[in-house]
């Protein structure tokens, strides 16, 4: 067994360390086991539990699933609800009116599901086959060898006071040793941006942009739920240049996903993603369909939008990027799990190949990796709406002309559009128009701590802040004077505050305690001053059926 990095932590061993138990890293871990049995795989999960920090939309294009498990059907696989009919509307601040709905958006064939209930049992089909999946172990450290290549990964201490000082609950985290090791972090993960970094691979690509989805539950008046409907919108309430919308999925149950995405490349320091989705929902369209209802669940995450110019070099010394850590979402398909899933299982076989091969002194490349995602559908299908996303960088009217266009041309367009940095966007306070949003109502809008709590958020208050400013005098000196901080505004959980003293002099508060992990505040920030890292393991968020 390889030795400790450090002499206090105990160390475990495996052929391959795969860090999220979401779509990606579950189906790369089928996927090895079923190639070779023999392969010791673990997968870590900073959740609870797997699927506690799940959320998407979500319909499930099973083109993927399908290859993994061919017999998921018979194997209870929870898709209970056939996608059988679709709309695209576009909204005024009073009206709707039917478009036409594009190509990229026919759901035909698809399940409407809770994604955090799919991952689950995929969690159960590779335990099955000999996998160890630890929930409730956040991955906090990359481990290298002396020449720089990736070992393995370590959990976080636990039993840390706020000083960072052991307590009498101390506990070291553990070191996890592999051949290879594999991102499976999701959008932004606090480990891949560090390997990003480390080994330049964000070098040749595009920056990755994103938009930050916030979702809710709904148990709906069985008079108004329609099992199979899917609805997305554009338009109202965002300006015409900024992007964003809306999906609305009927789920089986008398349940309704509702979600509102908003692009993180805005650039108004007023805007609330949060109140976008409040006041949407009271919109005419929508709101008949929420009266009487309850709400059951809330939850906010980020979402990789900068699709194939965006994608950064994928494999480094020791370990590779997969699912939406690596940025494989088909934006105008508003789907990325059947990619994550794809990109998983070719890294498991190329991974299978590669760890069969004659052992080397140290960890390698696997360079058949990106190769044979060249000649899967999923790079096809990523290139071919590589330039719809960022044709709306001009707004709306444009966006859509554009979207219009590549569809027409199935995506031969002979030029790449480009991706900028969304932290770059946005303007000075003096510059723009504040917004004013209308009051919660309590029964079909609601406060942001409201919603927090019943996103089931939970975080151990003595351990130390996992937000991290990288100086603690940018906030009140920099952002507040320049954007009128906007952390205050673009945060779902009200963990940023401006709080002034008697004399009115202002305080930066992070209230971590309410962070959901959306991730948006490392994202967003214009400064670049928050680095998001991960707490103790099975923190934050517990979502049950997202």
């Known amino acids: ?44 999960e900073k959740g609870s539990e797997v699927g506690a920090h799940i959320l998407s939309g979500a319909v499930l294009e099973t083109r993927a699933l399908d290859e993994l498990i061919p017999d998921w059907k018979d194997k209870d696989a929870p898709l209970n609800t056939k996608a059988t009919k679709d709309q695209f509307l576009f909204l005024t601040k009073k009206r709707s009116f039917r478009l036409p709905l594009p190509p990229s958006m026919n759901n035909h064939g698809n399940y409407i599901i809770s994604l955090g209930n799919f991952t689950r049992w995929l969690a159960g089909q590779a335990e099955a086959l000999g996998v160890e999946i630890f929930p409730g172990f956040a991955a906090a450290e990359i481990l290298y060898d002396a020449d720089d290549a990736v070992i393995g990964v370590a959990t976080g201490d636990v039993g840390l006071d706020k000083e ?11 070191e996890l040793h592999a051949r290879q090791t594999i991102l499976a972090e999701g959008a932004h993960g606090s480990l891949s941006k560090i390997v990003m970094r480390k080994y330049a691979l964000r070098e040749d690509s595009d920056p990755q942009t994103y938009g930050l989805g916030i979702k809710e539950l709904w148990e709906v008046d069985p008079a108004v739920h329609r099992p199979g409907l899917a609805i997305h919108t554009v338009g109202w309430p965002m300006d015409r240049g900024t992007y964003g919308g809306s999906w609305i999925y009927h789920m089986e149950n008398n349940l309704v996903s509702i979600g509102f995405v908003v692009g993180l490349d805005y650039k108004n320091p007023y805007l609330s993603p949060y109140d976008e989705m409040q006041r949407f929902k009271l919109h005419p369209a929508i709101r008949p369909l929420l009266e009487g209802g309850r709400r059951v669940a809330y939850g906010a995450r980020a979402l990789v939008e900068g699709g194939f110019q965006s994608l950064p070099k994928l494999t480094f010394p020791g370990g590779l990027l997969i699912g939406d850590t690596a940025g494989f979402l088909n934006v105008p398909k508003i789907k990325g799990n059947h990619m994550a899933m794809k990109s998983g299982m070719v890294a498991a076989e190329t991974l299978a190949e590669y760890l069969a091969g004659p ?89 942001i701590l409201t919603s927090v709590q019943l996103s089931n958020t939970h975080h151990a208050e003595d351990q ?17 004077p320049e954007y009128d901080e906007p952390a205050q505004r673009y945060c779902p959980a009200a963990v940023y505050e401006i709080v002034r003293d008697e004399q009115g002099d202002p305080r930066f508060q992070i209230n971590a305690q309410n962070c959901v992990h959306c ?5 967003k920030d214009p400064s670049q001053n928050i680095n998001w890292t991960v707490p103790e393991g099975g923190g934050g968020p517990n979502y049950p059926n997202m």
């Open 164 to 174: 960072g000082n052991k307590t009498s609950h101390f506990q070291p985290g553990m």
């Open 464 to 480: 130390p802040c996992h937000l991290k400013l990288k100086d603690p005098r940018v906030p009140i000196a920099v952002n507040l």
């Open 519 to 523: 991730k948006t505040c490392d994202i």
């Open 1 to 44: 067994m390889p030795q400790s990095i450090r002499p206090d932590r105990e160390n475990m061993a495996y052929d391959v360390v795969i860090v999220g138990a979401g779509p990606a890293g579950l189906s790369c871990a089928i996927r090895l086991k079923q190639i070779n049995p023999s392969l010791s795989v673990c997968v870590l």
């Open 359 to 447: 052992e080397e002194g140290k960890p390698g490349i696997c360079s058949l990796y990106p190769e044979q995602l060249q000649k899967s559908w999923l790079w096809a299908e990523l290139k071919k709406v590589r330039n719809i996303r960022p044709g709306f960088h001009g707004g709306l009217w444009i966006g859509l002309l554009n979207a219009a266009l590549e569809t027409l041309l199935g995506g031969r367009t002979p030029w790449t559009l480009k991706n900028h940095a969304d932290h770059k966007q946005l303007k000075k306070s003096h510059d723009s128009k504040p917004i004013a949003y209308p009051k919660p109502d309590g029964r079909i809008t609601f406060d």
